[in-house]
Every structure is written in C-alpha cells, then in structure tokens.
C-alpha cells in the first residue's frame, strides 16, 4: 500500500469536530513519555510540558494528541509510564472528563488502536496524592485521525501522526519496534543515534515531509501531523503543518487553534538577571485558517 492510500485510510471514519469562531484545540505530539531511565527523552521537558497543560486546561482548550504520546516501542510497562508521570496523567484525566481530550496513535504507541489494549492500559492510573487507582480514560479510544472542520466555510484541517509517510513506521511498523527496543536503544546510551528514524534521520525527514505535503496539495487539504519533530507552518500555501514535539532540547512544541487562527508555539524556560527561572510561552508563526 503507497503513502497516498496509507493517508486516505486513516481518515476513513474518524471523528469530525466543529471548527468555529469560538473553537479552542491545542496540538500536542511525539511527547514520548517513557519511564524515568536516561532513555526517557520527556523527561527533560516534563515540567514544561505539565505547565503548558494546566494553561490549555484553564483556557478551555481542547487538547489533542496527535500521536507517539506514549514511548511504547522501547517500553514494555504502561504502567511505569503512568506511574512516572502520574500528575501528567491526571492533568490529561480532567481533560477527559470534561470531554475535551482527543488522542491518535502512532508508529511509537500503535498498540493503542487496539481497543483491548487500550481498555485495559488507561482505564485507571495510580495517584500518587491519594495512593489509589483513580480511573483515567475509561472506554477512550486511540484514533487514527481526526477532521476539524468549519460548517459555514467548508474548511476542513485533516489531523493524523504522519508516519503513514515511511513503510517500516506503518505497514511494517512491528520489525521497526523490534529493530529500537533491542537494537538502536541499547546504542543510543553509548550515542549512536537510529538512523532510519524521521526525527533523527534528516534525509528521511525531508523524504517523509515531501510526502506529507505531496498528499496535502495533491488533495488540496490542510494536514497537521507530528512524526519528524520539526515544527513548520507553512504561510504561502497552506498545505502542509508540523506541530513539532516535546522532546526538544530546551523547549516544548504545539500547535494552538482559536480565533479562526493556527498559531505555532513554543514553552521554554527562561532566565531572568537575578537568577531566578522563568515560563516563557513565544509564537512562532501565525496564519489564518
């Protein structure tokens, strides 16, 4: 099966919400939340990351995942993950229960467009302020994509992780996780990095954003998707849109939608002349729907 159709399925029904004046979404993907071991690439931004959720969650923001939320190619155990980032997972869990929390799936978390698995994985989590289980996302499912759409206009945003781009991250995305969780892992702690990673692989994230974009213009459709880590809004023609991630070296990436505006943004700490730390949110770009 071709990128093309790899694309077109993913949008075969999936949910369609409403995009209007009054619309509020921020996109997040490829947090990678891991289970605390130098592996664990979120680690480093956790605190930005959580900060950024209690402003969406203030705001009145929906949130959604665009994918790789979860590293479960190098993980076995959701339930360190959870366990780990408990106070990200409640902060997710009130999104939830106030209906205003959307998740995909992609090459690093596929498992979860199993429904067993996902009924069985984030139905609860422990919380570590109560030291109970606290129910978590009971009855959610993982979608392989999602359509914003503008009932007065037309205007559709098409939203999906993007690894439908590379055959070994889609079709044959089990040989991959096999080739990261025994292979690339183990070397990337001596600093031999995955070269046949979009993130990673600057060749293959060129390949993997020329297809993106290719299906994007081909359809005339405006596709945001996250995969290869680097954020893009494109102004002059927009087809093509990257939210980034959130395992940047010193700063966190999103996409916020509101007020008929896609606004790329960054969270990053800042350093004031006292010494003291600061959260600093700054636009990046910024263009019309």
Known sequence: MSCQKRLDKSFKDV??????????????SDCHRGNGTHNDNF??????????????????????????GDELWENRDMEQIK???????WQLSLFYKQKRLYMLYGNHDM??????YSRKKYADYVCTSSQSREPLFPDIRFYSGIILEDNCTGKRLYLTHGHQASLM?????????????????????????????????????????????AWAKQHNRTLITGHTHRPMVENEELHY????????PRCITCIEIYRQNIH???WYMGTRDNGNFYLEKEELAKTPL
Not at 15 to 28: E, G, K, N, Q, T
Not at 43 to 65: D, P, S, V, W
Not at 83 to 89: A, I, K, Q, R, W
């Open 241 to 248: 849109i990257n939210t980034g991630s959130c395992v940047h």
């Open 15 to 28: 949910p369609i919400l409403p995009l209007c004046a009054d619309s509020r979404y921020v996109l997040f």
């Open 169 to 213: 991250n889609s079709t044959l995305w089990r040989v991959n996780c096999f080739l990261v969780r025994y292979l690339w892992k183990p070397l990337e702690q001596i600093g031999i990095l995955d070269p046949t990673s979009a993130a990673k692989n600057y060749t293959i994230k060129q390949r993997s954003e020329k297809r993106l974009t």
């Open 43 to 68: 680690l480093k931004n956790q605190h930005l990351y959580f900060a950024a959720l209690r402003h969406y969650y203030r705001e009145g923001f929906t949130y959604i995942e665009l994918g790789d």
């Open 111 to 116: 498992v979860k467009k199993y429904p067993s």
């Open 264 to 266: 790329l943004v960054k």
């Open 83 to 89: 366990e780990l980032h408990s106070n990200v997972f």
